[in-house]
């Protein structure tokens, strides 16, 4: 079974640019995350899709953040434009739908995205 | 609201030694709790999870932790550490219930295994 796929694995920009992260999950699985994770620090959500739906965004610096999930499998997460605070890993996260008791809550992660602003 | 300190940011061991990463959370409900490991350049990878039922866990790699309800912590232990267990370490809480449930992440510990 292919894992979660993510790209860029690396990217790096001068603030002010705007750059793109490509995200696509394990087949089936209907809700997406997003995380930020700056060095040093655990990840941080920026987002959760549920299929092509916003469950939570209450963390996504929406002046300069976007994603979407138009068709409820991949998605894009975009930045316009970066400041050098933007400089961390960008994580991608998938986990199954939830059916009667079967939840067991795990997600499973990317590899990740390294944003490096200059 | 459910949150998650790891008490040991760097955790410094020698090979073949035991270790415990300590965890402790806070939550008004039931919990469900989780390790991750994540190596140099890479995603995070779950080690073990507790969900309900008895509070030893084992995971992979001869991880396990104990989830102590009256403590409110969630320990990782591993009886004899190897070299390639040097990485990052992040204990979770889940937050929320059903398809809308996300993983609050602690801050992280850095085990360092040394020769």
């Known amino acids: 079974e292919a894992g979660v796929a993510q790209s860029p694995r690396y990217k790096i920009i001068e603030k002010r640019q705007s750059v793109a992260f490509w995200c696509n999950p394990i087949s089936g699985h209907a809700t997406l995350y997003w995380y930020q994770q700056i060095l040093g620090q655990g990840p941080k959500l920026l987002i959760q899709f549920q299929n092509n739906g916003v469950v939570d965004d209450s963390q996504l610096p929406k002046d300069r953040f976007s994603a979407e999930r138009l068709k409820g499998v991949d998605s894009t997460l975009k930045i316009q434009p970066a400041k050098l605070e933007d400089s961390a890993v960008y994580l991608c996260?998938?986990?199954?739908?939830?059916?009667?008791?079967?939840?067991?809550?795990?997600?499973?992660f990317g590899e990740g995205s390294r944003l490096t602003v200059l | 609201a459910q949150s998650v300190t790891q008490l040991d940011s760097q955790v410094p061991v020698f090979e073949e030694a035991p270790v415990e990463l300590r965890c402790n959370y806070s939550s008004s409900v039931s919990v469900y709790l989780f390790w991750y490991v994540q190596y140099p350049n890479q995603g995070l990878q779950l080690l073990l999870k507790y969900l309900s039922g008895s509070t030893l866990v084992k995971g992979i790699n001869g991880f396990e932790a104990e989830f102590n309800k009256s403590q409110t912590s969630f320990h990782l232990r591993k009886p004899s550490v190897h070299i390639s267990d040097t990485a990052e370490y992040f204990c979770a809480v889940r937050k929320g219930s059903g398809n809308t449930g996300k993983l609050i992440f602690g801050q992280g510990t850095t085990l360092q295994v040394k020769p």
């Open positions: 996260a998938s986990s199954f739908i939830v059916r009667r008791q079967q939840n067991t809550g795990e997600l499973f």
